[in-house]
């Protein structure tokens, strides 16, 4: 069964004060996987997809990197305005072309100033 | 930049009153989903959809669910037969050809009393 498993499940910072998130997925042939920002009642809002072991992306004071096993999301120097869910999500190359996600339950990150 | 558009924002229902959940996809894009989100639990796939069929179910999508794209540029969730455990966050997503990054509506709140 393909799993994703976030931690830790809450996260709270200084402001300036770096620090990393974690995702853990098993799955059965890995297609991508997504990192996306969830504000409180809102939609999860896209980040960075990740397709193989190695691969980064950055944007602004976020960072993804992949292996095979896990994604970790790099927050450097967060400010208040990082406050939120942060949600992680895996495809598998199994299934159908349109390829459903499998979420994990997300880590609340609240910087403070 | 384009985005996903959901309505209503919120709907408040009867028990087992129906209920349509209205999406705009992004224009270009052809491959839709809805998730749900019950109050502080994982974000579930519920359906796929491509070339007005359905491309892959979730074992929640059941006989009460069903989904369509009336004119061609929006796309439907009925529930026809709304249940207490119903309420939840319905999200719309759409994907783009040959992309794997499925991007987020801002959601339907749906509460059935």
């Known amino acids: 069964e393909d799993q994703v498993t976030q931690s830790p499940e809450a996260l709270r910072l200084q402001e300036g004060e770096s620090s990393s998130l974690n995702c853990s997925y098993t799955?059965?042939?890995?297609?991508?996987l997504f990192w996306y920002r969830q504000d409180p009642g809102k939609g999860p809002e896209f980040l960075f997809t990740l397709y193989s072991a190695g691969e980064e992306k950055e944007k602004e004071r976020l960072k993804a990197t992949l292996t095979k096993k896990e994604s970790f999301l790099h927050i450097t120097a967060p400010k208040p305005e990082d406050s939120a869910t942060y949600l992680c999500?895996?495809?598998?190359?199994?299934?159908?072309?349109?390829?459903?996600?499998?979420f994990g339950r997300g880590t609340q990150l609240t910087v403070w100033p | 930049e384009p985005e996903v558009t959901q309505t209503p924002s919120h709907q408040v229902t009867q028990m087992g009153q129906e209920v349509i959940l209205r999406c705009v996809p992004i224009s270009n894009h052809l491959y839709f989903y809805w998730y749900r989100q019950i109050l502080g639990q994982k974000v579930e796939f519920l359906v796929s959809?491509?070339?007005?069929?359905?491309?892959?179910k979730s074992e929640i999508f059941d006989d009460q669910f069903s989904v369509e794209r009336p004119d061609g540029s929006n796309f439907t969730l009925k529930i026809r037969s709304t249940k207490l455990e119903d309420s939840a966050m319905y999200f719309c997503?759409?994907?783009?050809?040959?992309?794997?990054?499925?991007?987020f509506g801002p959601g339907t709140r749906l509460l059935v009393l």
């Open positions: 959809f491509y070339n007005n069929e359905i491309s892959e």
């Open positions: 997503a759409t994907k783009a050809s040959r992309e794997e990054t499925q991007y």
């Open positions: 999500a895996v495809r598998a190359k199994r299934g159908s072309t349109l390829g459903r996600l499998y």
């Open positions: 799955v059965s042939g890995l297609r991508g």
